[in-house]
């Protein structure tokens, strides 16, 4: 360990990956990259939040066939998503009796569960990983802020959370792209309270990770292909291209954000997408394809997350933010 | 891996441990071995809220103290509690700036974020991770159940949600009792949905993970100085030894549940203690007391996690639960 970075010695790879997502973001800017779209954001099911624990056992189940791989094959389960007490992981390990390790990072938890599952494979201590994470736009919106029936009017800071799941399978056997880094991030608060600009919020603390990384490796900006942050929108990435280059640092045209990319102009998300489906489903999608066919040789992957509970808000705290990151080599 | 089993090779230590709890817990039978009983259950709080995540940072502190380091020694925190979004643990890593991963297992947290520890420091990948988790009996029972204001009554088959936090410090260099295996779980749900009745909810995911235990270890009850669930309370832990028994597992006296053991008869918790700061407080206190001074020399403990919401119990579902074990060797 070299500061918050931990350097992996035996590449441990990401061998399957699987994205589902609704309509809305199948439709968006990555619509050619997904594994399904959805046809309608219930998904069979009659509350958002069944159709949110499909789409995950969906992903899953996706994702062990991409690997080429069984049920059996698995050793255990890394997963989390936004809901009070992550439901919708926990019903879906329900379904597939893999072991089941609980984790929360809101929207940054496609990185804690891939640097997680990296690390335990790389010791050889098991072999095949899962790590899953989603979100659900009806269900987040609902829990988190307003009832969607009032059909409040969203202020511009606001992003639209995205419906859409993704998986991974990371192992040491097999082909795929390498985790050759994990950095582990702080919780970062630098006292915004708004829940309709989480991208201000969440900035903070990807420059706080991404200083962390930097200065541990001894890298910069330009020795990687693409440096992806998770869901900062618009306006957080904005914010994170200004507090790098307040630290020497200048993100360049390699440098790009789930969120702000996520969405078309005209399907008026404002400040872009966010939500943990939000990264998940870019990650396991467009960047690991493009991982796969050697476009990209080195990626750092930086979601981000905003740990903020309706409890909290209303007690008046500001919000905590952390974000992790994961080096992928091709 | 054997099964769910990991034997892990270099015998990683926990170095310290701290317990806080509050001053009902502190007038139950593990009263002497606490190491602060708080006069009162707001710890100069205004909010349960801030109270519970106070308890988690004086744990912090306190087992940091204990293990004789300093804040800069710890690599990482890893923590989960009950409430929405883990907030207790999230602010308390706020506090702390050490890296943080947020975990959820519900009253399984103890024993989820001792086995992570544990197999992330025996790789030699990092040297202290801070392990903690905690409840609140009033900021849980507003969450999950009814407004305390309203006074209602309590079902025989309820449990009191523990007041109090606990933390450990794992580590590869000195002394302490050695975490020798750990055995993930699988969530499991026999189909109760009385949020009111947990232990009988609980007690299948326990038997499963006992278990999966003893077949891939090939030990027996009697290999083990001290067997003890988390919080599956006096009905729970009774299904349990009868679960066991059709199985061919005889449960003896070397057999304990933290929530069946916490409180004294006249303290009328029905059927007992539950929380995540139930097992975790009786750990960093009597447990580990037992281990350091060799009166156990081989401990299976054994938390189980109820991992309901609110929202999945309004939409009909039932409870699915998890078990996570580990063995203790002094």
Same mark, same amino acid.
């Given at each position: ?25 199948? !439709? ?12 309608? /954001? ?32 698995? /050793?255990? $389960?890394?997963?989390?998503?936004? #809901? +009070?007490?992550?439901?919708? &992981?926990?019903?879906?390990?329900? *379904? @597939? ?8 990072? !809101? ?9 997680? *599952? ?18 659900? @736009? ?13 059909? +409040? ?11 859409? !799941? ?11 792209? &390498?985790?050759? $880094?994990?950095?582990?991030?702080? =919780?970062?608060?630098?006292? =915004?309270?708004? =829940? ?6 969440? *900035?903070? *603390?990807?420059?706080?990770? $991404? ?10 900006? /330009? ?8 869901? #900062? ?9 200004? %507090? ?6 200048? %993100?360049?045209?390699?440098?790009? /954000?789930?969120?702000?990319?996520? @969405? ?8 872009? !997408? ?47 933010? =952390? ?6 080599? &091709?």
């Amino acid at each position: 360990m070299q500061g918050q970075t931990i350097k992996l010695k035996n590449r441990p790879k990401i061998i399957g990956s699987y994205s589902i997502v609704g309509p809305k973001e199948g !439709a968006g800017n990555f619509g050619d990259y997904f594994d399904y779209v959805m046809k309608n /954001d219930f998904f069979g099911e009659d509350t958002f939040e069944k159709a949110e624990r499909k789409m995950l056992e969906s992903a899953i189940t996706g994702v062990i066939q991409d690997a080429k791989l069984q049920t059996k094959d698995i /050793d255990f $389960m890394m997963a989390g998503d936004l #809901l +009070n007490q992550i439901i919708s &992981s926990s019903y879906a390990a329900r *379904a @597939f009796q893999f072991p089941f390790l609980g984790l929360y990072g !809101a929207c940054s938890t496609m990185a804690e569960s891939l640097a997680l *599952a990296a690390l335990l494979v790389d010791e050889g201590y098991c072999k095949n990983i899962v790590c899953s994470t989603g979100s659900h @736009f009806s269900t987040a919106e609902r829990q988190y802020r307003f009832p969607l029936e009032l059909g +409040n009017q969203r202020p511009p800071t606001s992003q639209w959370t995205v419906t859409g !799941a993704g998986a991974s399978v990371v192992s040491l056997n097999g082909e795929g792209p &390498s985790i050759t $880094m994990v950095t582990f991030g702080k =919780v970062v608060d630098w006292g =915004v309270n708004d =829940v309709n600009n989480m991208g201000a919020a969440m *900035a903070p *603390a990807a420059r706080d990770t $991404m200083l962390a990384h930097f200065k541990s490796t001894k890298t910069k900006p /330009d020795d990687y292909d693409l440096i992806v942050t998770g869901d #900062l929108g618009k306006l957080g990435s904005e914010i994170l291209i200004d %507090l790098m280059e307040d630290e020497g640092y200048k %993100l360049g045209t390699n440098y790009g /954000d789930c969120g702000q990319m996520y @969405f078309r102009r005209e399907q008026k998300t404002l400040c872009g !997408a966010s939500g943990a489906g939000c990264c998940a489903t870019v990650f396991n999608s467009y960047i690991m394809k493009k991982l796969r066919e050697k476009q990209y040789k080195k990626v750092l992957f930086m979601p981000t997350g905003a740990l903020l509970s309706t409890t909290s808000t209303q007690q008046g705290d500001t919000i905590p933010c =952390v974000c992790h990151a994961i080096v992928l080599e &091709s």
